[in-house]
């Protein structure tokens, strides 16, 4: 797998795991339990639900600790002037002069539909290491691309709404 990961990224995957581990394991092996007290399993629907949510919580716990174990430790840090993972960065497209917010955070939490772009994403990768003021060409493909202007960097790190996105 070999992902690119902070350690923030790390530490709330640990932190899911163990939620999962604690709170949900015991919920899940409780439920399917309880289903399976009902009577005849062949007919008994609540149960395979049942069943198939305590697999998805292992499977997910699995997928969590697969991820910490290959990944490729990265820093987050980044001049103070300069765009790094995750800072907030407003741009300004400079065909139309719309402007849009965006966190620049790693391919694990990327959600566009939030504004969270990935640092491998061509916008993200277009804007690290670069100043307000900048204009940057974000290269879509070998021949198309567009210019966005940087209007304004906040490098404050409140991470408390991201999550990771889940597979």
């Avoid at 797998?1 to 899911?16: A, G, H």
Wanted: aromatic fraction near 6%; hydrophobic fraction near 35%; charged fraction near 35%.
């Amino acid at each position: 797998m070999n992902n690119e990961l902070t350690q923030s990224d790390i530490r709330k995957m640990e932190e899911e795991i163990e939620f999962r581990k604690l709170v949900e394991r015991p919920r899940l092996i409780a439920d399917v339990k309880e289903a399976r007290s009902h009577g005849d399993l062949s007919e008994n629907f609540e149960y395979y639900a049942a069943k198939r949510e305590k697999n998805r919580n292992e499977s997910r716990i699995r997928y969590l600790e697969r991820m910490i174990r290959s990944a490729h430790v990265i820093s987050d840090a980044s001049k103070e002037d300069e765009v790094g993972i995750n800072n907030t960065v407003t741009v300004e497209f400079v065909e139309d002069g719309e402007q849009e917010v965006y966190r620049i955070v790693t391919t694990v939490r990327g959600n566009s539909l939030e504004g969270l772009i990935s640092n491998v994403s061509p916008l993200g990768s277009a804007l690290l290491g670069h100043k307000v003021g900048d204009v940057v060409h974000v290269k879509v493909s070998e021949s198309a691309g567009y210019d966005v202007k940087i209007v304004a960097l906040d490098k404050t790190m409140d991470d408390s709404q991201d999550k990771l996105r889940s597979f």
